[in-house]
Nanobody, 126 residues
Framework: QLQLVESGGGLVQPGGSLRLSCAAS????????IGWFRQAPGKEREGVSC????????AYADSVSGRFTVSRDNAENMVYLQLNSLKPEDTAIYYC???????????????????WGQGTQVTVSS
């Protein structure tokens, strides 16, 4: 069964850091671009970041650029999202998703993703 599982969320004070992980089972991630998305209460889901299947291409939402960093370890079948300088407005459920793409150097947060994880809660509060 194809599955993505996020972990690493939690409660952190403003200015703090977290590292989210996305683990795949049932398939190998190195053929998939991975997107990170988040949804805050009462808001629509939004794209946060993505990374191409090769790792050569990345993209970030303006709201997180310079604070968040996406990376991947295809050998370990893992993708990570480092969250630094967290703000209360970063509070949301964070999801990772996988998208099969022919071009291994590109990713796009604005296209459909094939597989989704169940999410991990990030709460930024003092």
């Amino acid at each position: 069964q194809l599955q993505l599982v996020e972990s690493g969320g939690g409660l952190v004070q403003p200015g703090g850091s977290l590292r989210l992980s996305c683990a795949a089972s049932g398939f190998t991630l190195d053929n998939y671009a991975i997107g990170w998305f988040r949804q805050a209460p009462g808001k629509e889901r939004e794209g946060v970041s993505c990374i191409s299947s090769s790792g050569a291409g990345t993209a970030y939402a303006d709201s997180v650029s310079g604070r968040f960093t996406v990376s991947r370890d295809n050998a370990e079948n893992m993708v990570y999202l480092q969250l630094n300088s967290l703000k209360p407005e970063d509070t949301a459920i964070y999801y990772c998703a996988a998208q099969r793409r022919i071009n291994r150097a590109l990713c796009d947060m604005n296209t459909a993703y094939n597989y989704w994880g169940q999410g991990t809660q990030v709460t930024v509060s003092s």
